[in-house]
């Protein structure tokens, strides 16, 4: 925060990092714990604090949510779209996984190989995809049955 000219002092530079790390749903004793004590969502939760530290307008999301257990994908996604809301970013959501790119998403675009297939609204193009690369990234997600 320092760097980028936020805050007053060092004292409310800590009353932000706080507040950042409550708004992602930590407490204030994270501030003086190591890496190697938090969980992979914990981590993914203070990489979030760090992005909106800044107050940006976009945050690029690259497989940000690929390694972690489905039940935490769920929650830091569904705490992303919560701070989507109440700080009024954006997201840039890049994943393989389209059903988590279709929760994000409001407009979903679909590449391969870097060239472009589709860019639609979400529905449209999980609903009737047009590539078959698009159609094969869909059936790959797993299903309850």
Excluded: W
Excluded at 15 to 27: I, P
Excluded at 109 to 123: C, I, K, S, T
């Amino acid at each position: 925060m320092r760097i980028h000219g936020i805050g007053d002092d060092q004292a409310d530079r800590m009353n932000r990092a706080q507040k950042l790390l409550e708004n992602v749903g930590l407490d204030a004793t994270a501030l003086n714990r190591y890496p190697k004590d938090f969980s992979g969502g914990q981590r993914q939760r203070i990489g979030i604090a760090k992005a909106i530290a800044i107050g940006p307008e976009l945050i690029i999301c690259d497989e940000s949510v690929s390694a972690l257990d489905v039940s935490v994908q769920a929650q830091v996604l569904n705490l992303l779209n919560e701070l989507k809301q109440n700080h009024g970013f954006g997201f840039l959501f890049i994943s393989h996984d389209l059903s988590v790119v279709y929760h994000m998403s409001d407009r979903l675009m679909v590449l391969e190989h870097g060239h472009l297939l589709e860019l639609d609204n979400a529905d449209i193009v999980y609903e009737t995809p047009k590539s078959a690369y698009t159609q094969r990234l869909i059936q790959a997600i797993p299903t309850m049955d």
